[in-house]
């Protein structure tokens, strides 16, 4: 079991920052690429980024690229969404992931590769 908690949601104003922390713990981390996603009220759940935990290799969804990137912090189990130039568009549920490290690159991006899920956290972004 791998147990994943999101922090780091609230209101910030257009064109601002955000980090989101997702702290994780259970099972060994190196075994597991971690990826963020994003649902909106009335929308699918939309893939924003991940990375492959042992070898740091990054994809980040078209809406932000160039905007979003995906630190993490092997010694402290943690995973980050680091937000900047943030839009109205971009208000959402966040949820961190954890999927099996054998897929291929583009399948991360794929939301029913992952099989451990965190709770969410709301990011709004006012206009």
């Known amino acids: 079991q791998v147990q994943l908690v999101e922090s780091g949601g609230g209101l910030v104003q257009a064109g601002g920052s955000l980090r989101l922390s997702c702290a994780a713990s259970?099972?060994?981390?190196?075994?597991?690429?971690m990826g963020w996603f994003r649902q909106a009220p009335g929308k699918e759940r939309e893939f924003v980024a991940a990375?492959?935990?042992?070898?740091?290799?990054?994809y980040y969804g078209d809406s932000v690229k160039g905007r979003f990137t995906i630190p993490r912090d092997n010694a402290k189990n943690t995973l980050y969404l680091q937000m900047n130039s943030l839009k109205p568009e971009d208000t959402a549920v966040y949820y961190c992931?954890?999927?099996?490290?054998?897929?291929?690159?583009?399948?991360?991006?794929?939301?029913?590769?992952?099989?451990?899920w965190g709770q969410g956290t709301q990011v709004t972004v006012s206009s």
């Open positions: 990375i492959r935990w042992s070898g740091g290799s990054t």
């Open positions: 992931a954890a999927a099996p490290s054998y897929y291929t690159d583009y399948a991360y991006r794929d939301y029913a590769k992952y099989d451990y």
């Open positions: 259970g099972r060994t981390f190196s075994r597991y690429a």
